[in-house]
Antibody
Framework: QVQLQESGPGLVKPSETLSLTCTVSGGSISSYYWTWIRQFPGKGLEWIGYIYSSGSTNYNPSLKSRVTISVDTSKNQFSLKLTSVTAADTAVYYC??????????WGQGTLVTVSS | QSALTQPPSASGSPGQSVTISCTGTSSDVGGYNYVSWYQQHPGKAPKLMIYEVSKRPSGVPDRFSGSKSGSTASLTVSGLQAEDEADYYCSSYAGSNNGVVFGGGTKLTVL
């Protein structure tokens, strides 16, 4: 059974870069679309983007200028970087294993607060 | 403002059936058979319940079913049980340029 675990700082200052890593266990990272999703305090979910094991990416158009998703197959990890954060980026961030839009496996989520 | 529209709440008594709608456009729900539904209990990650409109992953009870008509997808929960009380979210593939879009979520209450 594939398991995912997010890690990274829980507090980021405004204008800085949010960086999170997702470690995949119980399966190979050499398949699936490795995806980041966030959930705002008001509950809404937002798809951030994904990276395929080949390295190809697809990002939410509204975040595209600020987002980078990368993969390290040697460590079975993939990562999220979101630049120039504001309070509006405060959310629970989930990593997930997907087949295109079907989100099969989810991490437990990590709360990231943007505040000075 | 979510891309897909869901009712904020739904309810039913144990044993009853309830249907939750998810309305999009021809660019997402209406254009692809890639609608998924997720169940989320408080403090937990969402769980895939339905994919590709009407398919159930292994382990999901057959009380959960999905359908689609035009640009509106629906999730039906039959034989409601107390443990079905949760938030439910729909999502749809929206093309290579837009990726995946979500509904705003529906809180299902078992009376």
């Amino acid at each position: 059974q594939v398991q995912l675990q997010e890690s990274g700082p829980g507090l980021v200052k405004p204008s800085e870069t949010l960086s999170l890593t997702c470690t995949v266990s119980g399966g190979s990272i050499s398949s699936y679309y490795w995806t980041w999703i966030r959930q705002f305090p008001g509950k809404g979910l937002e798809w951030i983007g994904y990276i395929y094991s080949s390295g190809s990416t697809n990002y939410n158009p509204s975040l595209k200028s600020r987002v980078t998703i990368s993969v390290d197959t040697s460590k079975n990890q993939f990562s999220l970087k979101l630049t120039s954060v504001t309070a509006a980026d405060t959310a629970v961030y989930y990593c997930a294993g997907a087949w295109i839009s079907r989100l099969d496996y989810w991490g437990q989520g990590t709360l990231v607060t943007v505040s000075s | 403002q979510s891309a897909l529209t869901q009712p904020p709440s739904a309810s039913g008594s144990p044993g009853q059936s309830v249907t939750i709608s998810c309305t999009g456009t021809s660019s997402d729900v209406g254009g692809y058979n890639y609608v998924s539904w997720y169940q989320q209990h408080p403090g937990k990650a969402p769980k895939l319940m339905i994919y590709e409109v009407s398919k159930r992953p292994s382990g999901v009870p057959d009380r959960f079913s999905g359908s689609k008509s035009g640009s509106t997808a629906s999730l039906t929960v039959s034989g409601l049980q107390a443990e079905d009380e949760a938030d439910y979210y729909c999502s749809s593939y929206a093309g290579s340029n837009n990726g995946v879009v979500f509904g705003g979520g529906t809180k299902l209450t078992v009376l």
